[in-house]
């Protein structure tokens, strides 16, 4: 077993169409929040609450720093894509997702920066 | 590639150049909305895409020559057209245009640091990102 550093990882979405290597290529972060519904079954003479697993979510989320090759916007939005995240360096997270919000920022002593957020429609598999 | 610093931004609020600009910020949001069913595949949750929407935010000196853009562009039910300009000396600007509603001018001034004012803008209809020579 060996643990894997962040600075290989890379980000895909859009099968590198919608964020394109450009973008790819000044990625500083990337996160994926998959969480599990659950429904609470417990009842009167139970001592301990009990559960029930319910639907599966996932959320991924990634920053970079902006490109003068510039962000395409209008391809963002209102499409599910192919969104991969990538460490290189032994893992792949993938599913299919919609872009909920993109956030740009520039201040005037930094670099220009941008936040996207993912939902997650459907499966988040993990592969090798 | 290159990577943009934001000292060289600027911004334009309806057709002027907007002075001492600190920072800006655009947030574009999508709606989704859920169309999940019994026996899911996978058991996940699955979403379908929805509206698009969004906002900016321009921070800037507070300049003894009064507020730019003025409070009477908050009364503008139309709007005006906000571009906000990124760049790099010597190469090609980006600049995302949109039409802006001034929603809201905040200032802050304390005993310890320059005036500043803050507009926040509501985008109405679409937001475009395009070349800047």
Known sequence: MSTMHGKSGT???GAGTNINSAQAGEVTTWTITATGDVVEDTSMGDTWKTYL?????????????????GLPLASLFGISAALDF????????NGSAICTSCNITNEKDGTSTVDIDFQGTGALSEVA | MATLTGKDGSCSFDASITSAVLSWSITATGDVVENTYMLATDGYKTYLPGYIEWTAEVEVEYDNGGLDPSLTDLVDNDGATLILYQGLISTSKRK???????????????????????YSFQGSSSLTEATHV
């Open chain 1, 53 to 69: 697993p319910g639907f599966l979510d996932w959320t991924g989320s990634c920053s970079f720093n902006l490109d003068s090759a």
């Open chain 2, 96 to 118: 995302y245009t949109g039409t802006g509603i001034i929603t809201n001018v905040s200032a802050n001034v304390s005993n310890d640091g320059t005036e500043t004012l803050s």
């Open chain 1, 11 to 13: 980000v895909s979405y």
């Open chain 1, 86 to 93: 990538d460490t290189v360096d032994g893992k792949e997270f």
